[in-house]
């Protein structure tokens, strides 16, 4: 199929300057980028979309490589923000610029194991353009060449200048002749003719293709990919307002599993399509099984497992499935008998983290469902009591685990009747039928 069929067919064309470079792209032998700028240690899933995107033309044979913004993180995109960016300092964007840097690889080594696509990213930090460059040079270099017609025509500019309420700085404003800058000179230095990203960046690249086409009197080329929002009209890569992060310590393997396990079904092809190396065939022989019988989410199943199994690894994606099927399987208290005090202990890490007491959370998770106002209120509530009790009645850290985890599971049960229940006092009846009921099911 040719490269931009595909990139269509797969939702991933949104707008491009222009037509004849996908011929030479689907020859391969040709080289694109796209950039990251370390404003974290960790990119996010709107930058996997990207990076999606990109994996099509390295099945074509192109290079590809990816900017860490270590100068343009400095001064921060002004593109989708009402007011300025606090300037992170020197320390902290080198750390984030070598944890990004490693990211792509660890994800790039996941994906050669689960597709079999030999392909390697080249990741270039863009401070080293800026490094020695002095400011009347760059003007010289770059400001000549683009308007500030052309800048006031972004629309993210105009709102921050006609807003009395909002501003923007010189230095936010000069943004896009950095991005420009970079695309000049990895054009002059390795050869690229083309950047994608994802819509927001269309001024970005734009102002980057005029200044090689003015300076050099080249042709380079920029191609965008849509914004993602689900059926719903939510962005694609928030969860509750959160960015959802490719660091699993940021973003647990797990909460990335159980966001795409409730992916709506509408949204299952489409993101299947653009997420996944999945040939177009495969994708709807995935969804015709899934319409079949949609309550038990096969597609979202195959669509949490190559994501996460892309960006965190095989064994990740296992245990997330793992911890899935216990929380929210029909029979979760007779599943946590065959695991090993291995996994156990990897399941506490992963909802909990590895330094957590044994009823820190349960503590946690009573007071997020709702159930106490505060922790010291959960500390003398029954719940806790049964646990403490059940507790002194196990002889192993593995059957307490299980029994911290199958409460957790029931949580959900008890906030829906919480209104039913009486928390406050140990001698609530509550309290014995709980502990007969877990007495039960551990026996």
């Not at 222009?18 to 792209?25: A, E, I, L, M, Y």
């Not at 080289?31 to 996997?48: E, K």
């Not at 921060?76 to 750390?95: A, K, Y």
């Amino acid at each position: 199929m040719h490269l931009k069929t595909e990139l269509e067919q797969r939702w991933l064309l949104y707008q491009s300057t222009g037509d004849t470079f996908f011929d030479s792209f689907d020859k391969g032998g040709q080289t694109l980028y796209f950039g990251v700028d370390p404003t974290a240690r960790s990119m996010h899933l709107g930058n996997f979309v990207v990076f999606m995107t990109a994996v099509n033309y390295l099945k074509k044979w192109n290079k590809l490589i990816l900017i860490v913004g270590g100068a343009t993180g400095m001064i921060g995109d002004p593109g989708g923000r009402d007011s300025e960016r606090n300037f992170l300092d020197n320390e902290t964007l080198e750390t984030n610029v070598k944890a990004i840097e490693q990211q792509m690889h660890t994800i790039m080594t996941h994906l050669k194991k689960l597709t079999g696509l030999d392909a390697e990213v080249q990741v270039i930090n863009n401070y080293d353009f800026y490094k020695g460059l002095e400011w009347l040079s760059f003007l010289r270099e770059v400001g000549k060449y683009i308007t500030v017609n052309q800048m006031m025509n972004k629309e993210t500019v105009k709102k921050r200048i006609e807003d009395p309420e909002k501003s923007i700085s010189f230095t936010e404003f000069s943004y896009m002749l950095m991005q420009g800058y970079d695309f000049l000179k990895l054009y002059q230095d390795h050869g690229v003719t083309l950047e994608i990203s994802g819509s927001d960046q269309r001024w970005n690249i734009v102002t980057g293709v005029e200044l090689v086409r003015k300076k050099l009197d080249k042709e380079v080329y920029g191609m965008t990919s849509p914004l993602l929002v689900d059926s719903a009209g939510k962005k694609f890569w928030k969860s509750a307002g959160n960015a959802l992060w490719l660091d699993p310590e940021m973003t647990t393997p797990y909460s990335m599993y159980q966001y795409f396990l409730n992916t709506a079904d509408e949204d299952v092809r489409r993101f299947l399509l653009i997420l996944t190396l999945l040939n177009i065939d495969e994708v709807d022989n995935i969804v015709k099984k899934h319409q079949e019988k949609t309550e038990l989410r096969y597609g979202q199943q195959q669509l949490a497992n190559y994501v996460v199994e892309t960006i965190f690894g095989e064994n990740a994606a296992k245990l997330a499935n793992t911890i899935s099927g216990l929380m929210f399987g029909d029979d979760s208290s007779t599943a946590l008998a065959w695991l090993d005090s291995q996994t156990l202990e990897s399941i506490k890490t992963e909802l909990w983290g590895a330094s957590a007491a044994l009823w820190t959370p349960l503590l946690d998770l009573i007071v997020e469902t709702g159930l106490t106002t505060s922790k010291s209120e959960a500390k003398n509530s029954w719940l806790l009591a049964v646990f403490r009790s059940m507790t002194r009645k196990l002889t192993s850290l593995t059957a307490s685990w299980k029994l911290a985890i199958w409460l957790a599971d029931r949580l959900d049960y008890l906030k829906k009747g919480k209104n039913l229940l009486n928390l406050s006092s140990k001698n609530n009846k509550n309290f014995y039928f709980w502990n007969h009921i877990i007495s039960i099911s551990l026996s």
